[in-house]
């Protein structure tokens, strides 16, 4: 069965830290791979998208794929407490067009 | 006005009854998807479709059906609602050319007594 696992948290960091949020999966054919933010109560929000080994990075967020070890990561840098939110890795495993993979998430705290 | 829809937003409803959920995008893509998201348990995919004449199960499909409309509408289906089908449930939607990257309808939260 194809998994994607996350840390649920909570994780923590003070205001102006970096958070690095950390997610692995199971099917080494995966093809692409996404951070959602969501808020409670809220939709999940696409914030990054990443295709190839390496890192990409976005304003204050960088996305980290290391597709050998099954691995994409998401650093906020400078965290705000409006970055509180739950974040969800998800997976494309297949061809495009197919259905994604989330993990649970991983709540995120930031305290001012 | 939102790209992605969904009717009603919250609804409670009683054991047995039958239920329907609405979708509606105007992002003009191609491929839509339903959710349920339950606490500890993330989100789950119920059904999707490619296209109008394309529908698919999904991991969680027992009990619920869909219908694609049309091009922009995809509805979901309780046709008798049980209390553990009390949850969020999410429409989205991702366009052909856009490795698969989906967005969201802002839920319907669903409560069946």
């Known amino acids: 069965q194809k998994e994607v696992e996350q840390n649920s948290g909570p994780l923590s960091v003070p205001e102006g830290a970096i958070a690095s949020l950390n997610c692995t999966y199971s099917?080494?054919?995966?093809?692409?791979f996404f951070w959602y933010r969501q808020y409670s109560g809220k939709s999940p929000e696409l914030i990054m998208s990443?295709?190839?080994?390496g890192d990409k990075e976005d304003g204050r967020f960088t996305a980290q794929l290391n597709k050998a070890s099954q691995y994409v990561s998401l650093l906020i840098r400078d965290s705000q407490p409006s970055d509180s939110a739950t974040y969800l890795c998800?997976?494309?495993?297949?061809?495009?067009?197919?259905?994604?993979?989330f993990g649970k998430g991983t709540t995120l705290s930031v305290s001012s | 006005d939102a790209d992605v829809t969904q009717t009603p937003r919250n609804r409670i409803t009683k054991t047995g009854k039958r239920i329907m959920l609405e979708c509606s995008q105007t992002?003009?893509?191609?491929?839509m998807y339903w959710y349920r998201q339950d606490p500890g348990l993330g989100l789950r995919l119920i059904y999707y479709?490619?296209?109008?004449?394309?529908?698919n199960k999904g991991e969680i499909s027992d009990g619920y059906s869909v219908s694609r409309q049309a091009q922009a509408k995809f509805s979901l289906s309780l046709e008798s609602a049980i209390p553990n089908q009390t949850a969020l449930y999410f429409c989205?939607?991702?366009?052909?050319?856009?490795?698969?990257?989906?967005?969201f309808g802002p839920g319907t939260r669903l409560t069946v007594l």
């Open positions: 990443i295709y190839s080994n």
């Open positions: 992002k003009g893509h191609d491929r």
């Open positions: 099917d080494r054919v995966s093809q692409s």
């Open positions: 998800a997976v494309n495993t297949g061809q495009a067009g197919t259905a994604l993979i």
């Open positions: 989205a939607t991702a366009g052909e050319m856009t490795y698969n990257e989906q967005f």
């Open positions: 479709s490619f296209d109008v004449k394309d529908i």
